[in-house]
């Protein structure tokens, strides 16, 4: 059985070894990021299903929300500059929680799945 979305396994695959490095190499929980995201793409990759759409939404917003947290604790060391706001992860968790918001959205219709 082969992945119908070459690309999204490939990229799954990396972000798991990706994960695994930084929990192994530098004991860093930031690791479980690239690694719950890797998870569900490769998931999502085996089919364009319905569960497998909602699962990677909600991985996604697990992932959102431990990168708020994640941010919310590195306020008091951020600086009011466009490359502070833009690389700390309080900003990209809160475009991860509304992706996977967008995500589960489209597990329920057809435009995304492509199902008419």
Sequence with gaps: MRP???????LGIFLVLMGLWVLIAYK???GIVPLLIGGSLVYLSWGR???ATVVF????IVVGCFLVTWGIYLLPYSKPTLAHVLGRPLFWGLVSIFGGICAN???FCACVR???
């Design 4 to 10: 119908k979305s070459r690309v999204t396994f490939l």
């Design 28 to 30: 860093s929980f930031g």
């Design 49 to 51: 299903s319905r569960t």
């Design 57 to 60: 939404g909600h991985t996604i």
């Design 105 to 107: 959205y489209h597990g």
């Design 114 to 116: 492509k199902k008419p």
